[in-house]
């Protein structure tokens, strides 16, 4: 991001959340691990996760960074279980989009991101939320690079 000068952020929507799931749930459906149908998430659930990348508290931005946004949809899908399976794939796939969509790309191997993924859903919740998210935006930070669309 150009310092000084902040670009809009493109989010996740209901309808990209819904087809990020089409996709994963086809691809891992030919392994024989089959996801949950997009309906069985609480619409409450997914809204607040397409809100709080979005949330602002006192006029101050929660997640002022594309990082810190990225950090919390990776952390939120994977730890919160929307679904009852494919989280973890659900996570790492949005991180993915959530970065396109806005410029990015992720520069790490897809095992060192499927290590990352596992990683998080092992970690305890009694882990300090703030030293996770911070962990995950610095790691995003370092293992991204601009993405250009043509």
Known sequence: ???????????????????????????????????????SASEANLDALIKLPQSSYFSEEQYPTLESKAAIIFYTLNKKHLFTNGNKRMSVMCLSVFLLLNGRTLTVRPEELTEKAIWLAKTSHNHDFQEIKAGLEAWIKENTAPYQIS
């Open 1 to 39: 991001m150009t310092e000084g000068k902040k670009l809009p952020v493109n989010y996740l929507t209901v309808e990209s959340l819904r087809s990020i799931h089409q996709v994963v749930a086809s691809r891992w459906e030919e392994e024989g691990e089959p996801i949950p149908p997009f309906e």
